[in-house]
DNA sequence: CTTATTTAGATCGCATACGATCAAATCGTT
DNA sequence: AACGATTTGATCGTATGCGATCTAAATAAG
């Protein structure tokens, strides 16, 4: 059956993309070429260092069944009795919407405990489950893999952590 | 009717969550707080600031009916006559998975035009359609006011964006 | 004490990302 | 021509993120 492809791409407007060449400097730091539409773009090197990361922690992860963002919340949870719903939210810069499904998940999988604070019942208090203690001893190593895997200099390593925290500290300023 | 929070938390596993303090120093460049857990975590730097960036551009942007990913893909498409799915996710980073059903939702808005390749159907050729490159048009200061909301001396933003992309090379050379 | 306001999570819908898989078209070899 | 391997997108299921809205609990006002 030749012809029908999965996706045929009906009528489709056809139109006039002569508007090109416009200046698209996003977050623009120096003049850009025409292969590499985000040579300038500081934000897209970001999201391309983020997508990377992710990439990475994923494979390390992924044998023991965690995400990175669920790792994430199993060192937030190693470092203190518990933590609610809010505290971890302030620490992972994510909202409710994004962590009671995430910590549901969680507790599913027998990786956190989820329980109401007695005193205050519209709190949500979270701690490691005693699963999610035995993962975190598990995936220990991982972060000193990934770092073993960058070929940089610690200290290079140490100044652009500093200079992203600056910058994230500058970005989320504005949005008020 | 009290009593019945939406989300009660059943049994829920208590756990001795006494297995804390566990080094969980990921990605590790230097000895870390108690109350700061990511404090040591290049990852999280990076993590944190492409939430930052993603939310500023997400308030530039909503304006003009763009998501950040959708605003990336625009200016990619301004800078040359059409592009094949496969060339956008290399200059993205992203597979087919991701994009096919983003571009399809922007030739649903009228951004983009898909076509087969008549030399070869297996190739989709995207293209700016009338109204993407009208709002090209729109969005092209909002990398400057983003620039403009970082305090931060241009000068230490390209040292920054080289660094972030040696490391962006480093993390994709080990994938393989 | 009763009502209005605030606060902490939860819910819903939509848009990324990605592993796994699939289909169609092309290419290479015979 | 024919058939297997490769290439290019597309599809599906799951896990983030987030704007908007909701509920219940706690607090403030009267």
Known sequence: ???????????ALTGPQAAAQL????TSVAPGEPGKP??????????????AFNRLYKQLLAPHGLTYLQYL??????QAEDRTVG????????E??????????MEAAGLVSRRRDSADERVVRVALAPAGAAVVAQVECVP??????IDLPLGDLHQMKS????LSQELRKTPA
Do not use: W
């Open 38 to 51: 985000f040579a300038n773009m500081l934000c897209f090197s970001v999201y391309a260092a983020q997508l």
């Open 163 to 166: 200079a992203i925290d600056r």
């Open 87 to 94: 505290e971890l939210g302030e620490v992972l810069f994510l």
């Open 23 to 26: 200046a698209a400097r996003g």
């Open 96 to 105: 409710s919407n994004t962590l009671t499904p995430l910590l549901k998940r």
């Open 73 to 78: 919340v199993l060192v937030a949870l190693a």
């Open 1 to 11: 059956m030749p012809q029908t492809h999965p996706d045929p791409i009906d009528p």
């Open 144 to 149: 000193l893999d990934v770092l073993a895997a």
